[in-house]
């Protein structure tokens, strides 16, 4: 079983910054992937990052990319998302999500643990 803890989210103005962290507790299988998927009010939950334990490959939304960065501290079982020049279509709340290996793409939205969710709101 793994368990996820979130923080980092707030209120800033469009154009600031943030960054959300995000520790998982459990075994290293289970969170080979670690990613943070979205939903804004009235819309469906969407892919935002993700980055896989070891390569350290990264997969991004076309509408975060060049913005969002995401890392992980594998020592710490931790993954992080620093978001830059944010914008009020990035509203929402982020959750933090993991899985094991498996052969579809991180970018479908299927993982197996997720985070309560932390609320970012960008004004413009």
């Known amino acids: 079983q793994v368990q996820l803890v979130e923080s980092g989210g707030g209120s800033v103005q469009a154009g600031g910054s943030l960054r959300l962290s995000c520790a998982a507790s459990g075994g290293t299988f289970s969170t080979n992937v670690m990613g943070w998927l979205r939903q804004a009010p009235g819309k469906e939950r969407e892919f935002v990052a993700a980055i896989i334990r070891g390569g350290g490959s990264t997969y991004y939304s076309g509408s975060v990319k060049g913005r969002f960065t995401i890392s992980r501290d594998t020592g710490k079982n931790t993954v992080y998302l620093q978001m830059n020049s944010l914008k009020p279509e990035d509203t929402a709340v982020y959750y933090c999500?993991?899985?094991?290996?498996?052969?579809?793409?991180?970018?479908?939205?299927?993982?197996?643990?997720w985070g309560q969710g932390t609320q970012v709101t960008v004004s413009s």
């Open positions: 999500a993991t899985r094991g290996p498996r052969a579809n793409t991180p970018i479908s939205g299927e993982y197996d643990y």
